[in-house]
Structure formats: C-alpha cells, structure tokens
C-alpha cells in the first residue's frame, strides 16, 4: 500500500520559511515524478513544483510563481522528497500535498496525472 505523508507546515508571518517533508512508502518509485500541489481556500488545486525519482537525472520544476523561493528536493536514501519554502507571502496560505505519478515530471503538471496522494499539511502566512 502507498503512503506519503506530509509534515512540516504551520503558521508563519510573512517573510518567514518552512521545510515541508514528504516520506513515501509502499513502492519503488524510480520511475516517479514526485510534486508538491497546493489548494487555498475556494480555488483549484494548483501545481508547485515536481522532481523526478531518479537519482540519475534530478530534473525540477517549478510553477513561475514560486521559481526562486521554493525549492524542491529529495533524499532517496530516506525516501523523502522536501519542499524548503523562502520568503513566504500571505498568497501562499494552502494546504500543501505531495503527490506521486508515473513519469517525467515535467511532463506532469495537472493533479490529474498523479495516482498517489499524501493528506495535505496546512502552511498559513500572516501577513
């Protein structure tokens, strides 16, 4: 059975960090894309950025929003991918998921081409 289990989000002021970390377990995801998406109150979910699995080629990607603030990563070895959050705004109140799909990430960047989900962790900015 697939898990991913998000932790790390809170409440911040505007212009703070967070380190959002997601374990998986249940699968080999070699082949996997890894993503973050998030969803604030009333609008759609939307993509944040994804890596691929892969320890050969460690591809990200990022929404433009986020490019330069967010930074996504991951630790095979822990079966971890991260998201590290810099200078937080209060638009970026969500509950953040971790989601995982078959393929290059790259090319994955709708919550539709994802199979497996996390239960989302909640990031508030206060401005």
């Known amino acids: 059975q697939v898990q991913l289990v998000e932790s790390g989000g809170g409440l911040v002021q505007a212009g703070a960090s967070l380190r959002l970390s997601c374990t998986a377990s249940?699968?080999?995801?070699?082949?996997?894309?890894m993503a973050w998406f998030r969803q604030a109150p009333g609008k759609e979910r939307e993509f944040v950025a994804a890596i691929s699995w892969n320890w050969n080629a460690s591809r990200k990607y990022y929404a433009d929003s986020q490019k330069g603030r967010f930074t996504i990563g991951r630790d095979t070895a822990q079966n971890t991918v991260y998201l590290q959050m810099n200078s937080l705004k209060p638009e970026d109140t969500a509950v953040y998921y971790c989601?995982?799909?078959?393929?290059?990430?790259?090319?994955?960047?709708?919550?539709?081409?994802?199979?497996?989900w996390g239960q989302g962790t909640q990031v508030t900015v206060s401005s």
């Open positions: 989601a995982a799909g078959r393929g290059d990430p790259g090319e994955l960047k709708t919550e539709y081409e994802y199979a497996y």
């Open positions: 249940g699968r080999t995801f070699s082949s996997y894309a």
